[in-house]
């Protein structure tokens, strides 16, 4: 047996004759005891080094995100029955599943939550800023309603006061019963508005060369089972995105509808290319650098001896801790 698979490594220690020990997978819940279910008896007595390691992963994302696990200890050391059964290659190729999947796929998914996150904030608050804008359009249709029942004096007396109303980074313009409130492009909502499209789009950028080298590494290596469960729900939000905010946005503020509008030859007005402030995921180009540094956390080579050397370190760092408190 390799002497490497006879040091203990993080979450799985070896016996002497480097099998994985049984009952000895930290961080993981209790579920309330049972028999093993006959999905796991039958995965720890035919199943594949891939298929339990597929198991114990989704365990753990269970556990990460409910704080209990779905997997009794009976039936964990049923598992490793099961991957013990395959020889030294098999728990070599498990080990080696266990370090991608903490070492690369974690590691790849808190980047890509790190820049779903930023992107989604500067995307949610500029939906805040166009919703502004828009509630202008409805409130000059509102004023429009009114004055269109009035005439003379009173046409006049209630003209001039909606004249005066104070609407942030905009203008009120009547002409007879009609009212407009103009967002004026040095104003300041309109700069804010500006600001926020540029940012939302940048961070944008950087999410969709994530996830383009994601879909990649996951194609080729059918790793799609380690996975992290919220990096799938950002996935699902993302490509949604369009649609989410869709839901309480006109579509005039959308670029590529205008560019649609455009490509089909209907006319684009000045107002049409100032509304247009949201970018879109499938038209805008990922962004090199971001696309540089996902490929190269992907692109490592990983294996068991790499948890083993986290194991050294993480040693080290206690014994450090035990000799101060001494």
């Given at each position: ?38 999905e796991?008896k ?117 003209s001039?006061?909606?004249?005066s ?84 946005l ?8 205008i ?68």
């Open positions: 047996m390799d002497e490497e698979l006879k040091k203990k490594v993080p979450e799985w220690e070896l016996n002497k004759k480097g099998k994985i020990k049984l009952s000895e997978m930290p961080n993981q819940g209790e579920a309330e005891d049972r028999e093993p279910s006959e796991v039958l995965l720890s007595s035919m199943g594949s080094v891939e298929q339990i390691a597929e198991c114990f992963i989704v365990d753990y994302e269970l556990k990460t995100l409910f704080g209990k696990s779905n997997l009794t200890e009976r039936e964990k050391d049923l598992l490793r029955v099961g991957i013990n059964r395959q020889g030294p290659k098999g728990v070599k190729t498990f080990l080696t599943c266990v370090a991608i999947y903490e070492k690369k796929v974690k590691k790849y998914g808190n980047s890509f939550i790190f820049e779903y996150a930023a992107f989604e904030a500067e995307a949610n608050e500029l939906c805040e800023k166009v919703t502004v804008w828009e509630s202008y359009d409805r409130e000059a249709e509102h004023l429009t309603g009114i004055l269109s029942g009035l005439s003379g004096d009173d046409l006049k007396r209630a001039e006061k909606i004249r109303y104070d609407y942030r980074g905009a203008t009120v313009r009547v002409d007879g019963s009609k009212v407009k409130i103009d967002v004026e492009e040095d104003g300041e909502l309109y700069e804010s508005i500006k600001s926020l499209s540029a940012s939302t789009e940048a961070h944008l950028k950087r999410v969709k060369a994530y996830d383009i080298m994601l879909f990649e590494y996951f194609t080729q290596t059918n790793f799609w089972f380690m996975l992290p469960y919220n990096v799938e729900i950002m996935l699902d939000r993302l490509h949604c995105f369009h649609d989410y905010v869709g839901e309480w006109p579509e005039k503020y959308f670029k590529s509808v560019n649609e509008r455009r490509a089909s030859g209907k006319p684009i007005t000045p107002e049409d290319e100032k509304r247009a402030v949201f970018p879109d995921f499938q038209e805008i180009e990922a962004d090199e650098a971001a696309l540089f540094e996902a490929n190269r956390i992907l692109s490592q080579e990983i294996d068991y001896k790499d948890l083993k050397k986290d194991s050294k370190k993480d040693s080290k760092k206690d014994s450090k801790k035990d000799s101060k408190e001494e």
